[in-house]
């Protein structure tokens, strides 16, 4: 090891704060570092290759290393390194945002833009409320969200979140969130005590239980609906046939606002710009980031209905909230040259294409005793992991410690595989490589996966 990468390694242990990490497992091991990438794969500092089975986090959908998104940030900070959206503007978020209406469904012609998805969230809540209160309903401030979803860590964007392990140590927060069964099918059984749904008819169930929830709270207090295309804690939920067609009758029905959080499931990632595209359905608000700039620079968007941006037009009203780095000129170049990669090398269709084959990839995997369940779209897919394929029964909580902690996290990484072994519900896999990943990849990734799994299981 060389002077430099032992500093680096030093400086690691000694003064950064890892998120989301329990340092107590670095007390005696080397912290991973990653140090370079290069399509679809990563290198870490002993310059070890690794598939990146997640795009570093939802986020490199054009892949690592991209010479032309790295020269558009130079050449824009040249130019304007910075300036605020404070009663100003700047070319590039003016043109990015033209640019994300055009994109969009329906009349989502307005762009909030933010540094990051939780940020995003909490615009959205935040705007919500305002709304209501200057078309005079000023009682509608509640959230409905869904058991398992995550949607950030700012206070608000935390309280709409359904994962009860993440918010106990930051209570009191936001009041004023309300929760509702998920899209998880596959435990349909256990979740609406009912068996033997089909999906259309489990669809119909949970979407009812938000008008449940609303009529329950009070049409008059309910403000919005947060949701996303996908569900990612908890595994990779798709939505059940018809599921957000109801959803949207039952908004329209009670004058719920419709957010669609896509911060993992927009630029791409299910095969469409917009998740909701995926699976047709026009939303009031979308929540965006992650793939927006590939992850070459940090940016969000809050995209709003046009009729949302309606009492903000006249008199002295105006919408009270804002980032200092909220539509960068640096990031929106940089996404500007992301989605010309988009067009350019038709990275939808791409995903389309191969969609399929990512699916019977992970298919494959069901022959194994541990595998229960594999559900997902795009590139976006989770397998649900089992003690039992017949009763699917999980793991309890200890056997889960020691399964996806003790075991599966590190061995999946040590055997070339950066992805994601997930408990935030039943244990899970997940996988969201970047969009230029193809069949080559897929084959990596199956045959890693097989091997990890099998000695899983023989280790239990």
Request: with cysteine; proline share 6%.
């Amino acid at each position: 090891m060389t002077q430099p990468e032992y500093d680096v390694l030093k400086a690691a242990q000694d003064n950064l704060w890892l998120h989301f990490t329990r340092h107590s497992a670095y007390q005696q091991a080397e912290i991973p570092t990653i140090v370079r990438g290069e399509g679809s794969h990563i290198y870490d500092i002993h310059g070890k290759r690794y598939l990146d089975g997640l795009a570093g986090l939802f986020v490199v959908q054009v892949g690592h290393g991209r010479q032309e998104l790295a020269e558009a940030a130079a050449k824009q900070a040249q130019e304007l390194a910075f300036f605020p959206l404070w009663s100003y503007a700047h070319p590039k978020a003016a043109e990015l945002a033209q640019r994300l209406a055009a994109y969009t469904p329906g009349e989502l012609n307005r762009v909030f833009f933010t540094t990051g998805g939780g940020e995003a969230v909490e615009s959205a809540w935040k705007l919500a409320k305002q709304y209501y209160k200057l078309v005079g309903k000023p009682l509608k401030h509640k959230v409905i969200s869904r058991q398992i979803a995550y949607h950030g860590t700012p206070q608000g964007a935390l309280s709409i979140t359904g994962i009860p392990a993440f918010k106990q140590m930051f209570e009191p927060l936001v009041p004023g969130s309300v929760r509702v069964p998920n899209t998880n099918h596959y435990r349909a059984d256990e979740i609406t005590g009912v068996k033997g749904m089909t999906p259309e008819e489990y669809g119909i169930w949970a979407a009812d239980r938000v008008a449940r929830a609303i009529e329950m709270e009070g049409p008059d207090t309910v403000a919005a609906v947060f949701a996303e295309p996908v569900q990612n804690a908890g595994g990779c939920f798709p939505p059940p046939p018809g599921y957000f067609q109801r959803l949207r009758e039952i908004c329209d029905e009670y004058d719920v606002l419709l957010v669609s959080d896509e911060v993992i499931c927009a630029f791409g990632r299910l095969g469409t710009m917009f998740g909701g595209q995926k699976f047709d359905y026009v939303p009031d608000i979308i929540t965006c980031a992650k793939g927006m700039t590939s992850g070459y620079s940090p940016i969000g968007a809050m995209i709003a209905h046009e009729r949302l941006f309606e009492p903000f037009k006249n008199g002295d009203t105006m919408f009270a909230h804002g980032y200092t780095f909220g539509g960068h000129p640096v990031s929106s170049a940089v996404a500007l040259a992301n989605l010309d990669i988009f067009e350019r090398e038709d990275l939808l269709g791409h995903v389309t294409k191969n969609e399929p084959l990512f699916q019977q990839t992970l298919d494959d995997l069901r022959d194994l005793p541990i595998v229960g369940d594999v559900r997902g779209a795009g590139y976006f897919w989770g397998i649900e992991l089992v003690k039992d394929k017949t009763t699917k029964e999980t793991f309890d909580a200890d056997e889960s410690e020691r399964l996806l902690r003790g075991f599966l996290s590190k061995a999946l990484f040590d055997a070339g595989l950066y992805c994601r072994a997930d408990d935030r519900g039943d244990p899970v896999i997940q996988l969201a490589p970047p969009l230029v990943a193809g069949p080559k990849e897929f084959d990596e990734i199956g045959q890693i996966l097989r091997g990890v799994l099998t000695e899983a299981w023989a280790r239990l």
